[in-house]
Antibody, heavy 117, light 108 residues
């Protein structure tokens, strides 16, 4: 059974750094795209970027390029989304998704990130 | 970047009725690389349709997708109580991938 398990909710202050994770199991981690989607409170889905762990090919939405970093560690089948300096506007639910094609057959449960002073 | 516009924003229907949701792209979506997702409150999205018209594993046949180029449609032939949710289209034919703004299907 394919599963994506995300790290737990985070509460951070503006300016702090953060790295959240998404661990895949039940499939060949290096053969599936894995990406990140933001959902701000009460709003729609926003595609942030995607990585192919097999060769580390990474693509970002222009809206998020330079604001976040997407990475993956093949040895532990885990993808990451990180910020170097959080803003209040980063408060959102973040989902990881995965699939053999770059749409998302499978989804994590979501990680709620709250940024508040 | 391809902008996807979904309409209507909200669809008020009764169980048993037919739902027709539209997704229009600002430019042609290559190879009909368009997907549809369903999201219920407090849950992650669920893939319904990929390749514009192929149902994902386990999706009931009352869900169907059609279209090509810039105009795509998701049809729910007879609404079941569990179908009331928000639906999103996504194009994955060109980078960056993008989602539409969503259509909420609510009980009338």
């Amino acid at each position: 059974e394919v599963q994506l398990v995300q790290s737990g909710a985070e509460v951070k202050k503006p300016g702090e750094s953060l790295k959240i994770s998404c661990k895949g199991s039940g499939y060949s981690f290096t053969s599936y795209w894995i990406g990140w989607v933001r959902q701000m409170p009460g709003k729609g889905l926003e595609w942030m970027g995607i990585i192919y762990p097999g060769d580390s090919d990474t693509r970002y939405s222009p809206s998020f390029q330079g604001q976040v970093t997407i990475s993956a560690d093949k040895s532990i089948s885990t993808a990451y989304l990180q910020w170097s300096s959080l803003k209040a506007s980063d408060t959102a639910m973040y989902y990881c998704g995965s699939g053999s094609f770059p749409y998302f057959d499978y989804w994590g449960q979501g990680t709620l990130v709250t940024v508040s002073s | 970047e391809i902008v996807l516009t979904q309409s209507p924003g909200t669809l008020s229907l009764s169980p048993g009725e037919r739902a027709t949701l539209s997704c229009r792209a600002s430019q042609s979506v290559s190879s009909s690389y368009l997907a549809w997702y369903q999201q219920k409150p407090g849950q992650a999205p669920r893939l319904l349709i990929y390749g514009a018209s192929s149902r994902a594993t386990g999706i009931p046949d009352r869900f169907s997708g059609s279209g090509s180029g810039t105009d795509f449609t998701l049809t729910i032939s007879r609404l079941e109580p569990e179908d009331f949710a928000v639906y999103y289209c996504q194009q994955y034919g060109s980078s960056p991938q993008t989602f539409g703004g969503g259509t909420k299907v609510e009980i009338k």
